[in-house]
């Protein structure tokens, strides 16, 4: 069995070769509608870039494509984020994060996997178990 998370340095690694990485963070939801909640980070020209999103939760265990969701906020487009952190570098990222969502257990996986953690998310009966 493979490992799924990675610990900070991986992480930070895998920025530094172009690759962007994910974290599920669990049910959100508005007025109208359920949704997930999760968020992916990328290195750019200036330093790191910390996109949240917020998707309708549409999802069986057949279908866990959480990029073809869309928006929870009707006033987005299809691909935007609720929100965007930068920072100059990867601890900063981490640390805005952290004061985002108010919690250091973030459990950081290569991109796509995000997919595989909405998985177990159904699975768990939509149970958020971080």
Known sequence: MTRRYL??????ANLNR???IECFLGGCGNDNQLGIEWFSISKVKDGYLAQIYQ????????YIDVYS???LNED?????ADETLNASSFEQIMN???KRFKRTNFKLVNQ??????????IRNGRVCSA
């Open 69 to 71: 969701f869309g928006p």
């Open 55 to 62: 998707t309708a939760d549409l999802g069986s265990d057949e």
């Open 76 to 80: 987005l487009e299809y691909e935007d």
């Open 112 to 121: 796509f996997v995000v997919q595989d953690e909405y998985l177990d998310f």
């Open 18 to 20: 172009g690759k962007s």
């Open 7 to 12: 610990t900070n340095t991986e992480a930070k």
């Open 96 to 98: 805005l994060l952290e």
